[in-house]
């Protein structure tokens, strides 16, 4: 400890600060003064008699002494530049005071012999819990870590207390929500960030207190700490243990990905649980988010981008704050490297087709593609329609298609093909149709797969379909007609029209058809 906590933590005795040269000095023990001492080392308190003082002070180092004045002590004293003294009253208990000094400075070996062991448990990469479980063995009393989505990341085990609500948030593994609502009401987060070291709070109902400390990251609250009061008082050293036991979390929490990506986001936490079907025991996740301050709609989205060339944690929240900007009633968290929009709408509304338009510039400007889920309305099922998203994204680069955003609902037949690839040739699912007009093509230097496939997709529309391949609608009939004379059908069948536009999308996973689009 430094000399002005000595002080502080002497609080109760009756001294006087006569000189001060330096009191952030770390004090790293106690010696008794001897009359007409001469050597003195800077990182020791001495004690002792004013009489017991010498008659020069050495100039070439610190002084740090607590003199009991049963003489006058020279005037000269008063002028070191080096000494740091601090004078108690003669009517004081001389012996009360050096056993007061006693206890301070052993206690304060209790906290470093302490501290070794909540920094093994740092180091033995055994994770959070295992750092809970040693630091309640130390404080002999419950610990609990919860994360700024009201999380339980960490807590003892076997504790069983006479408060009911938290009990019940134990089994959860969540702050209930009357008692969110509590703690917004109250601000007690706030108090907590402001008070910058353990805070103590009281609770009436049962008798027990608990000590909170926030945890950071770079400056940014991600969690507290919490110590409960259950099987002894808390004392002084308890405070500072904790104060400690806050930066020791913090180390460990950015080892986690999660944490020290996302920073503090109230809604990322729940978003990644849920997204590793991780939430648990929520039986109202719709509850559970407005407690958050976010309200699920009917209509819901996922939009994921992993952005390349945007290694920097600020560089991809810059991102998706863009991203949240250019679609209203989102929310977003860091997964994986890869940034995940839940998107939320009233029912009966979608997504513009304007904020696609955006959407896409500003992707397109930043050079990044993103993929986008089908909209779905169970909140419980987002894994499913964030591997959509992901899903979406790796089919549109495969397949070469020239966009920024990809829509799932544009892929899912290719990933119906994938699916079978993965057991069959797909080759051999290709209809015969499809297989004599590309063997002619490639004989006879046509198009007419490329003519058959922009017909059909445009259902039989002549001018669409002529609009696209830039020809005149006489040059389109015309070969309209010597397909139909080549593979001897008249295209009025719908189950044969399905095969031949399921042929030519398996020839465009299998990359073979590019000159068809």
């Known amino acids: 400890m430094d000399l002005h906590l000595l002080i502080t933590r002497l609080g109760d005795m009756q001294f006087e600060i006569r000189v001060e040269s330096d009191f952030a000095v770390e004090l790293l023990g106690y010696k008794m003064l001897s009359k007409g001492q001469q050597v003195f080392l800077p990182h020791i308190i001495y004690y002792g008699y004013a009489s017991q003082l010498p008659e020069v002070l050495p100039d070439d180092t610190v002084i740090n002494i607590i003199s009991y004045c049963d003489v006058e002590i020279r005037s000269d004293f008063f002028t070191k530049n080096n000494l740091n003294l601090i004078l ?123 000590l909170i400390v926030a945890v950071s990251i770079h400056q940014i609250e991600v969690a507290h700490i919490a110590l409960y009061e259950l099987n002894r008082k808390f004392s002084e050293n308890d405070y500072k243990l904790l104060y400690n036991l806050g930066n020791i979390v913090s180390q460990e929490l950015q080892k986690n990905e999660l944490y020290k990506e996302n920073k503090g986001l109230v809604y990322s936490n729940l978003l990644a649980d849920m997204l590793e079907n991780k939430v648990g025991n929520i039986k109202d996740i719709h509850q559970r988010f407005r407690v958050l301050g976010y309200t699920l709609k009917e209509n819901l989205y996922v939009l994921a981008t992993s952005p390349k060339g945007y290694k920097s944690s600020k560089a991809r929240h810059n991102i998706a704050e863009q991203l949240i900007r250019l679609l209203p009633g989102s929310i977003y968290v860091i997964y994986r490297d890869t940034i995940v929009l839940l998107l939320s709408r009233p029912k009966n509304t979608h997504i513009t087709e304007y904020e696609f338009q955006e959407l896409e510039a500003y992707l397109s400007n930043i050079n990044q593609i993103a993929g986008l889920s089908i909209c779905f309305s169970d909140i419980w099922e987002i894994q499913r329609y964030y591997k959509q998203a992901l899903k979406a994204s790796e089919l549109g680069v495969k397949l070469n298609d020239s966009k920024y955003i990809f829509k799932y609902e544009n892929y899912s037949i290719f990933h119906m093909i994938e699916l079978c690839g993965e057991h069959e040739n797909l080759w051999n699912f290709c209809c015969p149709t499809v297989r004599v007009l590309l063997e002619y093509d490639k004989k006879n230097d046509t198009v007419l797969l490329k003519t058959l496939y922009h017909y059909l997709k445009n259902l039989k529309n002549p001018t669409k379909t002529s609009a696209e391949l830039h020809i005149h609608k006489n040059t389109l009939f015309y070969r309209v007609d010597k397909i139909k004379n080549i593979i001897g059908s008249n295209l009025e069948n719908g189950d044969e029209l399905a095969e031949i536009l399921i042929s030519v999308k398996i020839l465009f996973y299998l990359g073979e058809s590019a000159d068809l689009k």
């Open 88 to 210: 108690i009253k003669k009517d004081f208990d001389a012996e009360l005071i050096f056993e007061k000094l006693q206890q301070l400075f052993i206690e304060d070996q209790q906290i470093i012999s302490d501290m070794k062991l909540l920094l093994d448990a740092l180091f033995s990469e055994m994770g959070l819990q295992y750092i809970t479980d040693v630091a309640s063995a130390i404080f002999e009393n419950p610990v609990f870590i919860v994360d700024t989505s009201f999380k339980y990341i960490a807590k003892s085990k076997m504790v069983l207390t006479n408060d009911p609500d938290l009990q019940e948030e134990l089994n959860l593994g969540y702050i209930l929500d009357k008692n969110v609502q509590s703690i917004k009401k109250s601000r007690l987060d706030e108090k907590v960030r402001k008070n910058n070291y353990p805070f103590y709070l009281s609770n009436k109902a049962t008798g027990k207190g608990m």
